[in-house]
């Protein structure tokens, strides 16, 4: 007789108690239960010696483990990282222990507290100005308008603001959320443009979008001014894909305005982003920079329900860290906020699948399906109408119960 052993893919704690459900367990087995299904591997930065040898006696006694380096097992001097093997209980009840512990365990209990429960409950509402979106109803779609000579792949075609309107107007009949138009080129090796330049580019459309359409209109600059500028004329939200780090005032205008905010991961600037990056750990290192920006962001005054990171596809990573990134997306869940991913066309696809931009539609298609699957709330893309098939159909799948 065979018994049809199988291994249980569960990713939440609703997902544990429907498949306990479907067993008959009672509702308070379940509730004791469900935790203890959920397997989690957390890692921990800058930790002491002395704490670090606390960690794993308390994860041991849970039933769980901590992983350290032979040095902080050797209680060595010096700031070492730890792995945390455990359930979700193990877990939830390790940050209990840590409360009354020394060497900043305490903090540390919090920390590991608002990660776990960031991963498992993802931000369920987006707030910009004069618009709103409940994430539980699906995947939001950017249209992207840029209004470029020499954007890598639409440079030159809406320069002209009315065929930029026209063409923003159509994304919208088929199915973008939001439309993001930009006004300095950031493909690799492209210059900085000066403030009255890149204003003058989308002053004019970004007037006409603001009074035409019906969707929030996102501004894609790093300067503040032009922010400022954009703001004043209606736009809901920036999208600043220096992630506040070439002009961090930038988050006081968005505050002023009431506006939401994207703050992307770039390494270096468009000009040299990919002249050899290097990570000496690429999640670690990306995760780590956007967690301290969004805590500028609010510092700042901006809505906790506006702001969105964006780990920056491209932007000055390697063809093998795009593809980690899209693998191990659900690990930006931590940060507590939506995740989006532009994905659109870029080079990584052109080299997995050895074709030129034009010819990268599918590619796309793939890398976006991949994002939502992995966490992503929003998807930046230029080719709206058949995204927006992907994306219904990554959504019924990703959201059916069962």
Request: charged content about 25%.
């Amino acid at each position: 007789m065979s018994h049809n052993p199988r291994i249980i893919h569960l990713q939440s704690l609703a997902a544990a108690a429907e498949e306990m459900k479907g067993l008959g367990v009672d509702l308070r087995g379940i509730e004791r239960m469900a935790p203890k299904a959920l397997h989690f591997v957390v890692r921990l930065e800058g930790v002491s010696s002395k704490a670090a040898n606390i960690l794993k006696q308390e994860m041991l006694a849970l039933g769980g483990d901590a992983a350290l380096s032979r040095g902080a097992a050797d209680f060595s001097p010096g700031l070492a990282d730890v792995l945390l093997l455990g359930t979700w209980k193990q877990l939830f009840s390790l940050t209990e222990r840590l409360l009354d512990q020394p060497f900043g365990l305490n903090d540390l209990s919090r920390e590991i507290e608002g990660a776990l429960r960031n991963y498992q409950c993802p931000p369920a509402l987006l707030r910009c100005r004069r618009h709103s979106f409940d994430l539980g109803q699906g995947t939001l779609i950017v249209g992207i308008l840029n209004v470029t000579p020499d954007s890598f792949y639409d440079g030159g075609r809406y320069l002209d603001p009315g065929a930029a309107c026209e063409h923003a107007q159509r994304m919208v009949e088929e199915g973008a959320d939001l439309i993001d138009i930009g006004g300095e080129s950031s493909r690799p090796g492209s210059p900085p443009i000066p403030i009255e330049e890149e204003w003058s580019r989308i002053a004019s459309p970004l007037k006409a979008l603001v009074k035409g359409l019906k969707v929030p209109i996102v501004v894609d600059t790093y300067k503040a001014e032009v922010a400022r500028r954009a703001l004043a004329e209606g736009a809901d939200l920036i999208n600043d894909i220096s992630g506040l780090r070439v002009e961090s005032d930038l988050a006081e205008e968005v505050a002023r305005a009431g506006a939401g905010l994207v703050i992307m991961h770039m390494k270096g600037t468009p000009r040299t982003m990919q002249e050899d990056p290097h990570y000496d750990c690429l999640l670690g290192e990306i995760i780590g920079y956007l967690r301290k920006a969004v805590a500028q962001a609010e510092e700042a005054g901006i809505d906790p329900h506006g702001i969105i990171v964006d780990p920056g596809l491209g932007f000055g990573k390697r063809y093998e860290h795009n593809l980690i990134l899209l693998k191990r997306l659900s690990e930006f869940k931590v940060l507590g906020k939506p995740i989006l991913v532009g994905p659109s066309r870029k080079s990584f696809i052109g080299k997995v699948l050895d074709l030129p931009v034009e010819e990268r539609l599918e590619g796309t298609a793939a890398a976006v399906a991949a994002s939502i699957l992995h966490g992503a709330s929003l998807v930046r893309v230029h080719d709206v109408k058949p995204m927006r098939r992907v994306v219904r159909m990554v959504d019924a799948i990703s959201r059916v119960e069962g």
